[in-house]
């Protein structure tokens, strides 16, 4: 079973920045490709950024220009970067395979944009 750990999130102010780390199970950031999604509760989880196969990157509109998603796949690691956060980027983040996910998750790590 592909395990994927999530960390880095917290509490940041708006216009702030974090950086989410994503540790996968050796081999399935290299072989797979890689997304975050995010996840309101009572809401769906949205795919917010990811690569699509041969390696370029793609992100919802909500947060184009503002997050950005990379590898380390030596690290088997994803990363995302967060700037210039805004209130309604407060949401639970999960790493996992994009577009279709594996069918397990992380725990995922709570992100709160809130002065």
């Known amino acids: 079973q592909v395990q994927l750990n999530e960390s880095g999130g917290g509490l940041v102010q708006p216009g702030g920045s974090l950086r989410l780390s994503c540790a996968a199970s050796r081999g399935v950031v290299s072989l797979f490709p890689m997304g975050w999604f995010r996840q309101v509760p009572g809401k769906q989880r949205d795919l917010v950024a990811f690569f699509r196969n041969g390696g370029s990157t793609n992100y919802a509109d909500s947060v184009k220009g503002r997050f950005t998603i990379s590898t380390d796949s030596g690290k088997n690691t994803v990363y995302l970067q967060m700037n210039n956060l805004k209130p309604e980027d407060t949401a639970v983040y999960y790493c996992?395979?994009?577009?279709?996910?594996?069918?397990?998750w992380g725990q995922g790590t709570q992100v709160t944009v809130s002065s």
């Open positions: 996992n395979k994009a577009p279709t996910p594996f069918n397990s």
